[in-house]
Nanobody
Framework: QVQLVESGGGLVQAGDSLRLSCAAS????????MGWFRRAPGKGREFVAS????????EHARSVQGRFTISRDNAKSTVYLQMDSLKPEDTAVYYC????????????WGQGTQVTVSS
């Protein structure tokens, strides 16, 4: 497994932007993909976005398409989530995760970073 460290959360107003970062520490990331999930108060974990490490192919949940953008920096073993036009319903703890092989489960979860969007 790989250790993941998230940063960049905070309290913002609706319409503002934030950028989350997640760095794979200890070694160069060599897995299949990295992604972002979130858990809002009283709700289950929700997929937000993912990026395959070699090709850079991205996938975004319908709820964030057009507002959030995932990207990666292979040299830094870091994945980013640019969040624009934030809405109060985006309030959640955001988690970074790694998928080491294409058909493997998501594992190696980070500690999470809180994003709060006020109306």
């Amino acid at each position: 497994q790989v250790q993941l460290v998230e940063s960049g959360g905070g309290l913002v107003q609706a319409g503002d932007s934030l950028r989350l970062s997640c760095a794979a520490s200890g070694r160069t990331f060599s897995g299949y993909a990295m992604g972002w999930f979130r858990r809002a108060p009283g709700k289950g974990r929700e997929f937000v976005a993912s990026v395959t490490w070699s090709s850079g192919r991205t996938e975004h949940a319908r709820s964030v398409q057009g507002r959030f953008t995932i990207s990666r920096d292979n040299a830094k073993s870091t994945v980013y989530l640019q969040m624009d036009s934030l809405k109060p319903e985006d309030t959640a703890v955001y988690y970074c995760s790694a998928q080491m092989q294409s058909f493997a489960a998501w594992g190696s979860w980070g500690q999470g970073t809180q994003v709060t969007v006020s109306s």
